[in-house]
């Protein structure tokens, strides 16, 4: 796999975690739990997918895990919005 392929799936793995950890008391346990429990998922996909340690990945894959876990937490507002329309 490629980095972008991992990246991809690094950001679609963070949507739900997001969501949770938007849902649930800042610096609480199940917050810390939504932002740290993909963290050996990511690890595990990236020494399966043979990235290895280049610095050049932890930039990109660390910003996927972020934006990832922040549309996760956006995204429910955002389609709410949709659904529920403001009246002018």
Not at 48 to 66: D, E, K, M, Y
Request: hydrophobic share 55%; proline share 7%; no cysteine.
């Amino acid at each position: 796999m490629n980095l972008w392929t991992v990246a991809t799936l690094v950001f679609i793995l963070n949507l739900p975690f997001g969501y949770w950890r938007s849902r649930v008391r800042k610096f609480s346990t199940q917050w810390f739990l939504a932002i740290h429990l993909p963290v050996p998922f990511v690890i595990l996909l990236r020494i399966f997918s043979g990235l290895g340690w280049r610095f050049i990945t932890f930039p990109i894959l660390i910003g996927a895990f972020f934006l990832g876990q922040l549309i996760g937490a956006r995204l429910p507002r955002w389609l709410n919005r949709d659904r529920h329309p403001r009246e002018e």
